[in-house]
């Protein structure tokens, strides 16, 4: 029973908090819709904070899962790499409450969806650092740090993120996606310049 009070609130506010924000969902309507009393909430999770906070944990979890799963079904590290970043955007679509964290400037209210988001940017800089080491292993990438390169990739995949929020044209970003991975792959220039 409590299982499945506790979903039903969670799934209730995941929905609320995507539609209205942080600021404007109150722990009213999230007992309204949910079917439970408001003390259920606050004993369960002790205020609306902890109930936002416990919805981005588990946006950040299921996304991490399913882009690890896609990943993991390619052989080569460049289709993984690829794959990763096709399921990042299909996945992050889903996790509306980790896309409005910049926009609506959350992280500066409630420092704990900072720190879940940070996690979050760090679990997905170590999925496309073990691609990219294992590039190197096999010689299809040639470069110095696996992990300052995942790291610039990521930062530059988060850019699509805040991007992705104005953006209506799904195609648009496809098209970004693919000129981004055209210069991952193949770099800006046409041969090397001579040092």
């Known amino acids: 029973m409590k299982k499945e009070?506790?979903?039903?609130i969670l799934d209730t506010s995941k929905k609320?908090?995507?539609?209205?924000g942080l600021r404007k969902t109150n722990i009213d309507e999230i007992a309204?819709?949910?079917?439970?009393?408001?003390?259920?909430i606050?004993?369960?999770?002790?205020?609306k904070d902890q109930v936002y906070l416990e919805v981005l944990r588990r946006e950040?979890?299921?996304?991490?899962?399913?882009?690890?799963?896609?990943?993991?079904?390619?052989a080569s590290p460049s289709d993984?790499?690829?794959?990763?970043?096709?399921?990042?955007f299909k996945y992050m679509r889903k996790a509306v409450n980790?896309?409005?964290?910049?926009?609506?400037?959350?992280?500066?209210?409630?420092?704990?969806?900072?720190?879940?988001?940070?996690?979050?940017?760090?679990?997905?800089?170590?999925?496309?650092?073990?691609?990219?080491?294992?590039?190197?292993e096999k010689g299809t990438f040639h470069l110095n740090d696996a992990l300052f390169t995942a790291k610039a990739m990521g930062h530059a995949l988060r850019g699509f993120e805040l991007n992705w929020l104005?953006?209506?044209?799904?195609?648009?970003?496809?098209?970004?996606?693919d000129e981004l991975m055209n210069i991952i792959f193949n770099g800006l220039t046409s041969a090397p310049e001579a040092k």
């Open 32 to 40: 309204r819709m949910a079917r439970v009393a408001k003390g259920t």
């Open 80 to 88: 993984r790499l690829r794959t990763f970043v096709r399921a990042k």
């Open 42 to 47: 606050y004993s369960y999770f002790g205020g």
């Open 5 to 8: 009070k506790v979903r039903s």
């Open 166 to 177: 104005v953006q209506k044209s799904e195609e648009r970003i496809e098209t970004y996606m």
């Open 16 to 20: 609320l908090f995507a539609r209205y």
């Open 98 to 136: 980790i896309l409005n964290l910049d926009r609506e400037g959350i992280e500066k209210l409630l420092p704990g969806a900072e720190s879940i988001r940070n996690e979050f940017f760090e679990q997905e800089v170590n999925i496309i650092c073990s691609i990219l080491k294992e590039g190197v």
């Open 60 to 74: 950040a979890d299921d996304i991490i899962k399913m882009v690890s799963s896609a990943t993991l079904k390619e």
